[in-house]
């Protein structure tokens, strides 16, 4: 009995020997290689830029006058990126659908801007909220923006200034 026992505890040797070295001849037998993959995740950025100043001009009295249009670029490097534009005033007063300006007096200066190329859309609103867009569309472009003045109460020698950031938003 012994014998047989010892038979096959010899065959349990060799088996494990032969499978140890057969899987290690295979493994070392294989190739690997890697491959690294890069992107960019997220979406092409755009820029604006705009005149730092426009001047309004000179006006004599109380009234109403078309001013000069504001042209504010958005450059996307020829991608095509879905953008907007909004509206905060910095320096002035936002009154729903009108700027009223700082002067130098008791003066009253309020100005109206309006998207030409959305007329119908009416004024601009200037209070900060990301949902009173305007200039949509995709890529680079042009937006030009009509300007109004209303002036209802000034004296001689009267200025007024305002101060109007425009922030643009990626969809």
Same mark, same amino acid.
């Given at each position: 009995?012994?014998?047989?026992?010892?038979?096959?505890?010899?065959?349990?040797?060799?088996?494990?020997?032969?499978? *140890?070295?057969?899987? /290690?001849?295979? !493994?070392?037998?294989?190739?690997?290689?890697?491959?690294?993959?890069?992107?960019?995740?997220?979406?092409?950025?755009?820029?604006?830029?705009?005149?730092? *100043? &426009?001047?309004?001009? !000179?006006?004599?009295?109380?009234?109403?006058?078309?001013?000069?249009?504001? /042209?504010?670029?958005?450059?996307?490097?020829?991608?095509? *990126?879905? /953008?907007?534009?909004?509206? $905060? &005033?910095?320096?002035?007063?936002?009154?729903?659908?009108?700027?009223?300006?700082?002067?130098?007096?008791?003066?009253?200066?309020?100005?109206?801007?309006? #998207?030409?190329?959305?007329?119908?859309?009416?004024?601009? #609103?200037?209070?900060?909220?990301?949902?009173?867009?305007?200039?949509?569309? /995709?890529?680079?472009?042009?937006?030009?923006?009509?300007?109004?003045?209303?002036?209802? $109460?000034?004296?001689?020698?009267?200025? !007024?200034? *305002?101060?109007?950031?425009?922030?643009?938003?990626?969809?």
């Amino acid at each position: 009995m012994m014998r047989i026992s010892f038979f096959y505890g010899n065959i349990l040797w060799f088996m494990l020997a032969f499978s *140890v070295l057969f899987f /290690t001849g295979m !493994a070392s037998a294989s190739m690997s290689m890697e491959t690294l993959f890069k992107g960019r995740l997220g979406k092409s950025t755009c820029t604006i830029s705009s005149p730092g *100043v &426009v001047n309004m001009g !000179a006006f004599s009295g109380n009234g109403s006058w078309p001013g000069p249009p504001l /042209t504010i670029n958005i450059n996307c490097n020829g991608a095509a *990126v879905n /953008t907007y534009l909004w509206g $905060q &005033v910095i320096k002035g007063d936002v009154s729903y659908d009108s700027i009223h300006m700082i002067e130098n007096d008791n003066s009253i200066f309020i100005l109206y801007l309006t #998207d030409a190329a959305n007329s119908s859309a009416g004024t601009i #609103d200037f209070s900060g909220n990301k949902s009173f867009s305007f200039c949509a569309g /995709t890529g680079t472009r042009e937006c030009r923006l009509n300007t109004r003045l209303t002036i209802m $109460q000034s004296s001689a020698n009267s200025t !007024a200034s *305002v101060t109007l950031r425009f922030n643009l938003e990626h969809k």
